[in-house]
Structures are given as C-alpha cells and as structure tokens.
C-alpha cells in the first residue's frame, strides 16, 4: 500500500513540475545577507525565465552551466541558471516558468526566511538602525532622523561604504559630520538628518545599506593560499511616516516671531532707509519666500533673503533676515509685514505681524525752489515808455530809438541766466559724481525713474547689468546732465 502511495505522489510531482528544479544556497538568511538560487532543467532546449526583481528586490543573474550525462547509452542534458538577490524582509519566490524542449513547466515555490544577526542567535561585529524622533507629523514639519552604525573594536576590516541614504517626498538637510563615539566594545558612528515633509500622504524611508569588506583567504589553481576582498551588504531598518496636511493651504510649520526694524526714521529727500525683516523661531525656516514690499510714492530695492538654521535638543531652528533699501523724496509709512503659519503649540493657524513705522523725509525735490539771477539786468518796458514820451530836441526821439536798437541788439548776446544750484542738486551732483558701482548709482536714481525717460533708460541699463550681468557702459556726465534738465526746466522767454 505504501509502495502504490509514493508511485502516486512521484507521479504528481512529474507532472506538476516536470524535468526542472529550483534550489536555495539557504533558506533561512541574516538581514542583510545575499541569496544565491539556482535553476536546472533536462533537455536539449531550455528557455529560462527573466527574473528582475522578487518582491521588489532587485535580482542580478550570475551565469550558466551545462552538463551531458551517458546513462545505459542514453544522452541527458542538463542546463542551469544561477540567480542572486538581497531580500531585507521573508519572501517568498515564486514558481517560475520554463520552457523545456518547447514545453512550459514550473518551479516551485521556495520560501526564504529573513531574521536579524541577533534573532540568529549571533554575536554581530556589525549593527545598523535607524529611527526618527516622530512617526506622525504635518506637512513641513522637521523630523529629525538618525542613522547609528555599530562597529565592534577588536574587529579588522579592509574599508566600510556608507551608502547616500534616500529620502522620497522629502527635503533633506544634513550636516554631513560622522558623530563617533566609544561606548563599551563597540565604536558607535551617528549620522543626523533633518526631514521636512513635502506633501501629505504615508511616506516609507527605505533601508539604508552599508558596504563591509573583509580580507579572506582562497586557494588558487596551484593551492596558493591568496588574500581577496570580499564585500558584504548590511541593511538598517525602514522607516514609516505619516504625513498630514495642513489646514487652509498653510505651508508653514513651527513656532515663530517677526521683527522689523530701520535705520534711521528721519531722512533726506533720495537717501536709502535701510530696512531690516527678521523672522526667528522653530520650523521648516527653508520654506520661507522671499518677501516683496510696496509703498506707495517709493522706491524698495530688496535683498536676497538669509537663512542662518541650526539644530537643538532635536528642533529645527533659526533665523530668515531679508534686507530692503526704501528711497522716496516724501514722508511715507512702511505698512505691517505678514506672516502665516500653523503653530505647532496652539494645533492652528496664526497670523503674526510687524508693527507700522513711519518714515519722515525731508527736502524733498517736489518742494525745492530753484532762483533766478541773471548777470546783468533787462531793461523794463516802462523805462523805454516813459523815455519816448519825454518832450525835447525834435531829434532826439531818433536818438533814443537808434540807441534802443543798439541796446536790444546787446541784450539778445547776454548769456542766459544761470541757475544757482541749491544744497538738494549739489548733493545728488555729488553722489553721483562718487558712485563707486552700479548698485549704488541706481539707488540714487531710482526715485527720478518716473519723471524722466532718459533717467529711465539709465536704470534700465544698470539694473541689467546688476541682475542680467551685462556691461553697459554708463556715462555720468550724461546722468549729471539729465538731472539737472530735469531740476532747471527751460526758461520761458523773457518779455
């Protein structure tokens, strides 16, 4: 009975798996470690299966092999592929199909069993881990991460490789520094990584993979004892993240405070106020966009933002600075600043902001009074009125008019009058005579953009080359030209 039973099931296993094979160096494998299996087939044509990855771990094939076996006069040839793959987790692999002599057939399934060095029950050299200080967080929230990598003592190894961790749907910023400590048998490497969640969702931190290379001895063709590197894969653990979103389309995490503060709040007419926003506290600092600033009647020149962050106690911390040079030649008022973002203390969205500073300006150029003095004076109409209607000799009268022409002919050759310049033209003469680069020269004209094109295509040219890097040649006689033109209009004519 029992001989008719294993006739049966040798029969089943023909039929379901045919003339091939499948077989594991281990079924049972340290986190970690590589997986070597191998497939085999009998036949004069064998087609083997494309096999990329098991489970999502990538599988490398490794080579072929063929062998002819002579049984009783009969010929059998046997063909076999070899596979290697890195499972972190158990897996399973799958029945695989194999086309023998025309005919598909199957593999079994092989079941491969991941554990850890110490659930295998052995003393490891090695050790990697990864943890994060939370597993819940908001959109933008900082997270710190921590990758620990133990090293026994006493332990010779020919290098180690620290792979580049990978950190999807997150910004990522590091210090890049190896904090190595000794503690007990073991050198304990630390490496700090700040993660800021980019967009809501579950988010997995995959393994981070260090390389280990030892030197072992091998045998050569001629029994040679010979010294090689071989290297050995070690995987951390991964790491779940549950990102939610922020209310009311916030994209800003933490806990912060807003400053602004000037240089000086009383001025000249187109000198710079220097304005000075800080934004301090704890939070995702990086994600802050520069500001733009409108005042109404003047210029704002802004700088680009500075972001000085730092980590402690495990928080991401510090401080966005942007600078603004505000011109105008009228008082103004720098309105409130701004700033929304979800406060990690409160669980709800606040809006802080600076306090309204006014700004007073004086000598403005809508206010200067330019006088008029002339060399020499005209003669008045009145004068020559009362002169001809003075009785005398009957030829005088001819006198008089041919000296009038004589004196009209010489006023016409009087130079124009000349503008005596006040203290407001003189000093813009003199800034910009000693602009030292175009930066400073377009903060001097910026406030006469709107009242003179040719002025207009002077800052045109220097703002390309400032933010454009162009080298348009900038002429200031022709600047210092139009400037006055524009303080002394033409002089209407005289009557």
Known sequence: ???????????????LFGSVDISVDKSEVVRGDEVSFTISASGDS???????????????????????TIVNGKTTKSISSSYLFTPLKSVTIPPLSVVVDGKKEMTKPVKIKVVSAIKAGANPNFLISMIANKKSVYVGEPITVKIIFKQKRDVQVAGIRFNSPSFPGFWVKSDNQDKKIVVGDYVIHNLTYVLIPQNPGQKTIPPVKVEIAKRVSVRDAFSFMLQRIKWRNLYS????????????????FGKFSITASVDKKVTKA??????????????????????????SGATVYKDKPKRDTYLENGEYKGVFTQKFAI?????????????????????????????????????????????????????????????????????EKW???????????????????????????????????????????????????????????????????????????IDKKVIIKEIENLLHPKDEELI
């Open 1 to 15: 009975m029992f001989k008719k039973v294993l006739i049966i099931c040798l029969f089943f296993s023909v039929m």
């Open 46 to 68: 064998v087609k083997f299966p494309i096999v990329d990855n098991i489970e999502g771990f990538k599988v490398e094939q490794t080579g072929r092999s063929q062998s002819i």
């Open 237 to 252: 653990n991964d790491l779940k993240i549950d990102v939610k979103p922020l209310p009311n389309g916030v994209s800003l």
């Open 270 to 295: 187109n000198k710079p106020v220097n304005l000075t926003l800080k934004i301090k506290g704890s939070g995702n600092i990086d994600d802050i966009d520069p500001y733009e600033l409108k005042i």
């Open 327 to 395: 011109v105008a030649d009228s008082s103004y008022t720098i309105p409130p600043i701004k700033f929304r973002y979800f406060d990690k203390e409160l669980k709800k969205v606040v809006t802080i902001k600076t306090k309204p500073i006014k700004i007073e300006v004086k000598g403005g150029v809508s206010n200067v009074t330019h006088k008029i003095e002339t060399k020499e004076s005209i003669p008045q109409a009145k004068v020559i009125k009362k002169v001809i209607a003075k009785e005398g000799h009957p030829y």
């Open 399 to 473: 006198i008089f008019l041919i000296v009038g022409l004589v004196f009209g002919f010489l006023s016409a050759k009087i130079r124009k009058p000349n503008f005596k310049k006040d203290s407001s033209e003189r000093s813009i003469v003199y800034e910009i005579k000693h602009a030292k680069n175009d930066k400073e020269l377009l903060k001097i004209l910026l406030p006469f953009s709107s009242k003179s094109s040719a002025i207009k295509g002077i800052i045109d040219k220097l703002e390309e080359n400032i933010y454009l890097g162009k080298k348009s040649k």
